[in-house]
Every structure is written in C-alpha cells, then in structure tokens.
C-alpha cells in the first residue's frame, strides 16, 4: 500500500488554507501532498505516522509536515466506539512548496523561515516553551483575514523557524522512497490497535503484513528498532496509562483490559517502560493533580 496523493482546494481569495477540525476521529489515510503542513492539536491522542516513525500525539502538540513528506494520524482505539465525548479538535494550515521563493527566502529576514522548510523533510516537532505562543497565533490567524492573517502567518513560521525543532523521521529515511514496507507498516499497526488487548500470534501479524514470521520479525526490527512483542507492550502499557489517569478501574481490570494475562507480567512490564508500578504511577497522578 502506496501513500495516496492528497489535492489540496483553495478556497476563492486564499493562497493558503487554515481550517479548524471537529470531528468524531482522524479518517484521512496515509497520504501525501505537494503544500506543506502544520497541524495544531487541541484535543486528541493516537499516534502519528511521519515518514518511517510513529510517535504519540496529545493536546498541544504541534507538527510542521515538509511538501510530499507521507503521514497520517490515527486516534487511539477508543475514538472509534461512538463515545461522544471523545473528539478531534485541531487547526491544520497548508500552503504550496513554492509559496515563498529562492529569492526571497535569501533575504535576511527570511533566515529563519528558510530555516523551517529546509529541516521540514522529515517533518519538524516543537518544544513546550513555544507550544502557547505558537498555538495563540495559530488561533489568532485562524480568525483573521487578508493581509492581516498574511501578517501573522510569516511571525508564526519565523517564531517555529528561531525553535530548537527536533526532526521526527529518521535520520536515514527518504520521503521519495514509497515503498510496499510503509504501507505494510501502516497496516500492521492500524491491525495492533485495534487488536492489541487479545492474543497477536506471530503468524496473524505477519499475514497481515504479507510476510512469512521470520522475514516479519526481521523487517519489524529493522524499521521499529524494536522487536513486535516490545511494541505491542509499549502499546498496552500506553493504554493502561491512559486508564489509570481517567478512570477509577482496579489495577487488576486495567491489567486483564489491555490483554495481559496477568498482573505480576503487567507489573514488570509497567514498571520496566513507566520507570514506576501501577500503583505507583496512579499515586504520582493524585499529588500531581491535588
């Protein structure tokens, strides 16, 4: 499976687009396309596939996408039961790749623009020290009109451009490069999240995958840098944080609900990835919140 090439419309009087989303979860699939992106999370969590990476996503978090990078995001598995209370509220901008010239990105006042869209290729993430500002201009250009949501456009990506950015692909990774292992990638995951709190055998992921289970585990290892077991863990071990937080449930049932068997496994493993226990992880949340 191939990233699909996303067009892009413009409404009339607009060279760019910024759009405010609200909606029951994230449907667009893995996908492309030529304008570069920034989305602004205001209310959300999944995971984010950018390039060869997937990471988490959380309120706040802020993702600026180099043109024809391929990525996608998909909402953790609770998203997708109906619950209204759960939804998707984020701003997402767009502008073409040839937006701002050669010329004009030379200019001094362009350094740190210049800056921004050459790191962009593997897709950019922010540190928490700009995530307010950031996300204020963000809602301010969003209300804004003309010249003036112009105005506040080039102070946003000049604010992001003079950030210490991490890049969120690897190193290695070429965005050119669409090969059949993104999309089986994709697949495997879109297949552990909704699946992850039952019994994966090796067999079914890697038929999912199209792959025998020893080339799986191999090509697992090699884009993951972790073996299948590891990410599916970090996966239940994700969830069982998330339950700890928002709900009242027993240790017991948030062991048996993210599908370990039982709970001295899903004690080491808690503590092995959060660096404290279950119970020790939900006593830290009640001092951080009194």
Do not use: W
Request: net charge positive; glycine share 6%; with cysteine.
């Amino acid at each position: 499976m191939k990233p699909f090439k996303e067009v892009i419309n413009y409404l009339a009087g607009n060279s760019f687009v910024i759009k405010y989303n609200d909606f029951e979860h994230f449907s667009v699939p893995y996908h492309y396309h030529n304008e570069f992106e920034l989305a602004y999370i205001l209310r959300s969590t999944g995971k984010k596939f950018v390039g060869d990476v997937i990471e988490d996503f959380g309120p706040g978090d802020i993702v600026f996408l180099g043109n024809t990078l391929p990525h996608f995001f998909l909402n953790d598995k609770q998203y997708y039961t109906g619950n209204p209370e759960l939804r998707v509220n984020a701003f997402i901008l767009q502008f073409p790749a040839d937006y701002f010239n050669d010329d004009q990105l030379k200019r001094p006042e362009f350094v740190s623009i210049a800056r921004l869209l050459t790191h962009s290729s593997r897709g950019l993430k922010f540190p928490e020290s700009i995530k307010n500002q950031a996300g204020t201009l963000i809602q301010k250009m969003y209300h804004e009109n003309g010249l003036f949501r112009y105005f506040i456009l080039i102070e946003l990506l000049n604010l992001l451009g003079q950030s210490e950015f991490t890049p969120i692909a690897s190193q290695g990774y070429s965005k050119n490069n669409y090969t059949h292992c993104d999309g089986r990638l994709v697949k495997v995951y879109e297949y552990s999240i909704k699946n992850y709190n039952k019994r994966i055998s090796l067999d079914e992921v890697a038929s999912v995958a199209g792959m025998c289970p020893t080339a799986f585990c191999r090509y697992f290892r090699c884009k993951m840098r972790k073996t299948y077991a590891e990410f599916v863990n970090e996966l239940r071990i994700n969830q069982a944080c998330n339950l700890l937080r928002n709900s009242n449930e027993t240790i017991a049932y948030v062991c048996f609900e993210t599908g370990f068997n039982n709970l001295s496994n899903f004690n080491r493993q808690f503590k092995g990835i959060i660096g404290k226990s279950p119970s020790e992880y939900r006593k830290f949340l009640n001092v951080e919140n009194d």
